[in-house]
Antibody, heavy 118, light 107 residues
Framework: EVLLVESGGGLIQPGGSLRLSCATSGFTFTNYEMNWVRQAPGKGLEWVSYISTLGNTVYYADSVKGRFTISRDNAKNSLYLQMDSLRAEDTAVYFC????????????WGQGTLVTVS | DIQMTQSPSSLSASVGDRVTITCRASQSIRSYLNWYQQKPGKAPKLLIYGASSLHSGVPSRFSGSGSGTDFTLTISSLQPEDFARYFCQQGYTTEKTFGPGTKVEIK
């Protein structure tokens, strides 16, 4: 069974930092590109960041560029999101999601972790 | 950046109804269009990829069509478990933009 489990969310003051983790199992992590997607309370989905299988290519939404850093540890089957200079508008549930290249779609998602900036 | 729009933003329907949701991209995305279903407090689930391909385990009452800029998600006979929010997403660029969502509610 494919599992993605996020952790690291919580309440943080504006300007603070937080590091989210996504532990994965049930699939060969090194074969998959990964993404972070967030959802502000009562709002829609916003793609946040992408990382290639080897971690050498990353992309960010304009809204987080320069403040967030995506990374991965293939030896630990884990994905990370370092969030710095947090703002109130970063308040959201953050999901990690597996990208299936063959489908060009996010085919498995974690349950999400809530980040509240206040 | 590619912008995605959806209509309607919400709809009310009864069990057994045929429901259609549309999604439009600001430029051609060929067939790189995906549909997701999300229930309250849960993660999104992939329903349709490549505009018209049914993801594994998804009931056949769901179908998708379209290419270029205009796409449609159809539920042929709405079931109680289908009341949820539906999002389209373009998979054409690395910045995988989502539509704003369509909430399907019980009439």
């Amino acid at each position: 069974e494919v599992l993605l489990v996020e952790s690291g969310g919580g309440l943080i003051q504006p300007g603070g930092s937080l590091r989210l983790s996504c532990a994965t199992s049930g699939f060969t992590f090194t074969n998959y590109e990964m993404n972070w997607v967030r959802q502000a309370p009562g709002k829609g989905l916003e793609w946040v960041s992408y990382i290639s299988t080897l971690g050498n290519t990353v992309y960010y939404a304009d809204s987080v560029k320069g403040r967030f850093t995506i990374s991965r540890d293939n030896a630990k089957n884990s994905l990370y999101l370092q969030m710095d200079s947090l703002r109130a508008e970063d308040t959201a549930v953050y999901f990690c999601a597996r990208f299936a290249q063959r489908l060009s779609a996010l085919d498995n998602w974690g349950q999400g972790t809530l980040v509240t900036v206040s | 950046d590619i912008q995605m729009t959806q209509s309607p933003s919400s709809l009310s329907a009864s069990v057994g109804d045929r429901v259609t949701i549309t999604c439009r991209a600001s430029q051609s995305i060929r067939s790189y269009l995906n549909w997701y279903q999300q229930k309250p407090g849960k993660a999104p689930k992939l329903l349709i990829y490549g505009a018209s391909s049914l993801h594994s385990g998804v009931p056949s009452r769901f179908s998708g069509s379209g290419s270029g800029t205009d796409f449609t998600l159809t539920i042929s006979s709405l079931q109680p478990e289908d009341f949820a929010r539906y999002f389209c997403q373009q998979g054409y660029t690395t910045e995988k933009t989502f539509g704003p969502g369509t909430k399907v509610e019980i009439k």
